[in-house]
């Protein structure tokens, strides 16, 4: 019943606010609004006089007031309205057409970007949320594009120097992470990461020694063995093969073997990886184009290479070089980088489906309609409705499902709310389920240019929510912070806080 209430409230103040739409708000009228505005507070106060109401209940009132189809009918029709009588009050005299035409050129040249205008007549938290989101959208932009050619201009330079050597060969980076994808739960502060393969040497062949999926820790290593070059027509002078070559020939070659520098025992070493390429950087940054522009600094890290990059403004950029060994000719990597907390042996390398997402996130950036907001919807939900339960990684599960379950083209400005909805409730089937299925396994809905290993398709889905089964007190702090998630994005609906 006060559901009901406080539906027909907003009905009320919809109609009564109608007949100033479209007109231009001088002074006395905007006064008009202000006392109306403070009237009908007073009738809402009243209305919920004599209920002693938390912050749980005044969520849950909203929210069911909202679910009332009732409502967003009505508020979209308003909405509507709003928009087609402002541009009708708005259109200029024919006298003025040239000279707003010129006002609007310059202004648009001066913005960069004509966002906010493509976004009128639809509904209103779409523009809020989509105004919010846009600038850290084209921030991210401009910087992958900065961060793409540093990183390729310092990988053509140890190309050259490496040339002859029997170092990892460094393939050109692929960007991957939120960043590259489109989104990032960091907004303009966000880490551009590039995960760069690594292909063995001449005389080298790296064979994967594979762990059980979604074993944890991961129990992948990379083991690097000798070959053969001796009757090979590619056979070039002072390359010996390192198999059948006479010791003292290895002796001299020692600097330059993979196996003594590279590797620990037989197996290749992420962090001797990380350091060695991290004194690339250092050696090369001053014959760098950037170096004029930037300050680098190169952060502390055992399994990557992290580097700061500040310009004269003071403005930095965080960029992050991981390395990855390729599993055949798949989008799946073995990654240097490893997300456990617990110790990691420097010989273990953890199984990394970013070159994969990144891959289906781009599928579906072409295939999707102009201005579809599904990366506006990753992006609220992993940077505004943030919770320590929910990681961003889970955010993107979620609405990797809901893309190659949904049309693309619902995933629209008018339903955009909707779309909310339903990946929060995807989340809560997922809790009340405990269970979150990984993207990649077992998934047969899955685009032709993404390439996966064979075993993928018919392997058993990996719960990602294994946890939550385990651990019965998780799963109700986890079931909580989702209705603390519910009543926020409530709130951000109705009041936009």
């Not at 913005?111 to 779409?126: F, N, T």
Request: aromatic share 10%; charged share 20%.
């Amino acid at each position: 019943m006060a559901a009901k209430r406080v539906l027909a409230l907003l009905v009320l103040t919809i109609f009564q606010l109608l007949p100033m739409v479209g007109d231009e708000l001088d002074d006395s009228k905007h006064e008009c609004v202000q006392q109306r505005g403070e009237h009908l507070m007073a009738r809402m106060t009243r209305l919920l006089q004599g209920h002693e109401w938390s912050s749980l209940d005044w969520g849950a009132l909203v929210f069911a007031a909202l679910q009332q189809w009732q409502c967003w009918v009505i508020a979209d029709l308003f909405l509507g309205l709003c928009w087609w009588l402002r541009k009708r009050s708005q259109q200029p005299d024919s006298s003025d057409k040239e000279e707003s035409s010129s006002s609007s050129s310059t202004e648009l040249e001066e913005e960069g970007s004509g966002e906010d205008s493509d976004y009128e007549g639809h509904p209103l938290m779409a523009r809020i949320f989509a105004k919010h989101i846009w600038s850290s959208v084209q921030s991210m932009a401009y910087r992958r594009q900065v961060v793409e050619e540093l990183v390729g201009d310092l990988l053509a330079v140890f190309q050259e120097r490496l040339s002859t050597s029997f170092f990892p060969v460094l393939q050109p980076a692929i960007g991957v992470g939120s960043a590259f994808e489109g989104w990032s739960p960091c907004g303009h502060d966000a880490v551009y990461c590039l995960l760069v393969p690594l292909k063995p040497p001449h005389g080298h062949a790296f064979h994967l020694e594979l762990g059980t999926a979604g074993q944890m820790p991961a129990k992948n290593c990379v083991r690097v063995e000798l070959e053969c070059t001796c009757t090979r027509d590619q056979r070039v002078e002072d390359m010996p093969c390192f198999l059948h070559h006479p010791e003292e020939a290895l002796q001299r070659n020692q600097d330059s073997s993979l196996l003594s520098t590279f590797c620990t025992g037989s197996y290749l070493d992420a962090q001797k990886i990380a350091r060695w390429f991290q004194n690339l950087v250092i050696s090369a940054w001053g014959e760098m184009t950037q170096s004029r522009h930037y300050s680098m600094e190169v952060l502390p890290s055992s399994r990557s290479c992290k580097l700061q990059l500040t310009n004269a403004s003071g403005k930095s950029l965080l960029v992050e070089v991981v390395f990855g060994v390729q599993r055949g000719d798949s989008d799946i990597f073995l990654s240097s980088q490893t997300t456990e907390d617990t110790f990691t042996p420097s010989t273990t390398w953890a199984e990394t489906y970013d070159v994969a997402e990144v891959k289906f996130f781009r599928h579906m950036a072409r295939k999707a309609p102009r201005h579809t907001l599904y990366l506006n919807c990753l992006q609220l939900c992993a940077s505004i409705l943030v919770s320590a339960g929910f990681s961003s990684y889970t955010w993107k599960t979620v609405v990797m499902h809901l893309l190659n379950t949904l049309p693309l083209s619902s995933w629209n400005r008018w339903d955009f709310m909707i779309r909310l909805q339903d990946i929060m409730g995807y989340l809560h089937g997922c809790l009340e389920e405990k269970r979150l299925d990984h993207f990649f396994f077992g998934n047969e809905n899955m685009p032709e240019d993404i390439i996966l290993p064979a075993a993928f398709r018919a392997a058993e889905p990996i719960n990602l929510f294994q946890c939550l089964v385990q651990d019965p007190a998780a799963h109700a702090k986890a079931l909580r912070e989702l209705e603390e998630l519910q009543d926020r994005l409530t709130r951000l609906q109705v009041f936009g806080v």
